[in-house]
């Protein structure tokens, strides 16, 4: 039996995890589960994967969750703590799949076992990639990409040499918002910019691919992942999200990554890494969809696209800033306490804001002096939302 915990379990990433691992009861010892505010859900797969563990990281949802798994010897427990020691309980796999900053430290206690660490929180790239690579490299354990850019880098690499790579493009659809006005921008709502024209996603992650800072966000983790120069990686809009990404080699090859739009081919290949197996994902009929069409990503629709490129020049502690200042504009976008087009402004004060006090870019990366500053880019991005008119 291969011992599994999926952190995240009740969210979109979480539940295309279970729906691959549900397959297979004989294959698969579930340790832990966990979730924040969809307990119905969070019990109804402990008990269906029959569980060890299933925790909220929401305390005052722990009577609710205890209930409902009263009489079935699943142990129920709340709270950031209650994380963390579920995450680092044995398990040979541990999906990472918790939205958001709050991703980072169960990732890294799930390290400490030397596990196999499926890694679908970008952010834990984003605000401590050298923290999490390095961690992962002292204790021996193994890191895969979740996200479906970042996996079909990594698959496009088998057999290869990091140093015969001249570039990685990594996909972007475009959002929802790739054929609207540019002066239509500052007026759309958050139920516009939470439909993505490819990939059923959460919400935060799908208003970050209207906006493109998904997509910043997936240029900085292919810097961390594959310690790769931010000036070999590049974007190109590609409409269908067919092609994940492509690796250019020093003799001008490029190799292509393509599949359906659909999380479980990445899932189930980390599930299954090294080997290959069965993935029931669509198989793709490639004369009925005819063409694939790519253009470049317009700077004046996508500004994240150039904060990231300082993101990836700056290092330390200025992916932590970003992303931080990118999760309270989406909060006040979300709130209605900004406009969308407000959101990329926000961050790029703050970041420069900074940047601008001494020892951002050197600073030594720990959960700790992420936390630090990750409360201070906070702070100073409810202050910009809040002079917003
Ligand atoms: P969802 O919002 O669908 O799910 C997030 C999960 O995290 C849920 O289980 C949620 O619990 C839990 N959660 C929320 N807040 C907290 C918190 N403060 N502490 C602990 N747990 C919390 O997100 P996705 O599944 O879409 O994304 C998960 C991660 O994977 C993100 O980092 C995202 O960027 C990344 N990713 C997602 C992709 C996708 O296709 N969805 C593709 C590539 C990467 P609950 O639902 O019970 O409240
Ligand atoms: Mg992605």
Redesign the pocket.
């Given at each position: 039996m291969r011992r599994v915990s999926i952190?995240?379990?009740?969210?979109?990433?979480?539940?295309?995890t279970i729906d691959l691992i549900a397959r297979d009861p004989e294959v698969y010892d579930v340790v832990a589960l966990?979730?924040?505010?969809?307990?119905s859900?969070?019990i109804k797969d402990a008990k269906a994967l029959r569980a060890e563990v299933a925790v909220?990281?929401?305390p005052s949802r722990l009577d609710e969750l205890r209930d409902g798994l009263a009489g079935t010897g699943i142990e129920a427990a709340a709270g950031?703590a209650a994380?963390i020691e579920a995450a680092a309980r044995p398990a040979d796999w541990v999906m990472?799949?918790?939205?958001?900053a709050?991703?980072l430290a169960?990732g890294l206690e799930a390290l400490k076992h030397g596990t196999t660490l499926a890694l679908?929180?970008?952010?834990?790239l984003v605000t401590a990639g050298t923290l999490l690579m390095s961690e992962a490299k002292r204790l021996g354990a193994t890191v895969l990409p979740?996200?479906?850019?970042h996996s079909a880098v990594f698959q496009a690499l088998i057999g290869e040499d990091i140093s015969a790579v001249e570039r990685i493009i990594i996909t972007a659809s475009g959002g929802a918002f790739r054929d609207r006005p540019l002066d239509a921008l500052d007026r759309v709502t958050v139920a516009e910019a939470s439909n993505h024209p490819n990939?059923?996603?959460?919400?935060?992650?799908?208003i970050?691919s209207s906006s493109m800072f998904?997509k910043a966000?997936e240029l900085i983790e292919t810097k961390e992942f594959f310690g790769i120069d931010a000036n070999k990686i590049e974007t190109i809009v590609h409409p269908e999200s067919l092609i994940h990404a492509l690796v250019g080699f020093n003799d001008g090859a490029l190799m292509a990554h393509v599949g359906p739009p659909d999380?479980r081919h990445?899932i189930g290949y980390a599930l299954n890494w090294p080997d290959r197996k069965h993935v029931p994902v669509e198989r793709l009929d490639l004369a009925a969809i005819g063409q694939l069409n790519f253009r470049a990503p317009e700077a004046a629709r996508y500004p994240a696209l150039a904060i990231a490129q300082k993101v990836m020049e700056e290092g330390g502690l200025t992916g932590a800033v970003f992303n931080a200042a990118k999760e309270q504009a989406l909060d006040g976008f979300l709130a209605g306490d900004c406009r969308f087009t407000d959101m990329a402004r926000v961050v790029n004060g703050v970041v420069d804001v900074m940047l601008s006090r001494e020892g951002l870019q050197n600073a030594t990366i720990t959960l700790d002096s992420v936390n630090q500053a990750d409360s201070m880019a906070r702070a100073l991005a409810c202050e910009e939302i809040a002079k917003i008119e």
């Open positions: 952190l995240g379990a009740t969210g979109s990433i979480g539940q295309s966990t979730g924040a505010q969809n307990i859900q969070l909220t990281s929401d950031d994380l990472s799949a918790i939205v958001g709050a991703g169960p679908a929180n970008k952010e834990s979740v996200d479906s850019e990939w059923d996603m959460g919400q935060r992650i799908t970050d998904n966000m999380m990445a």
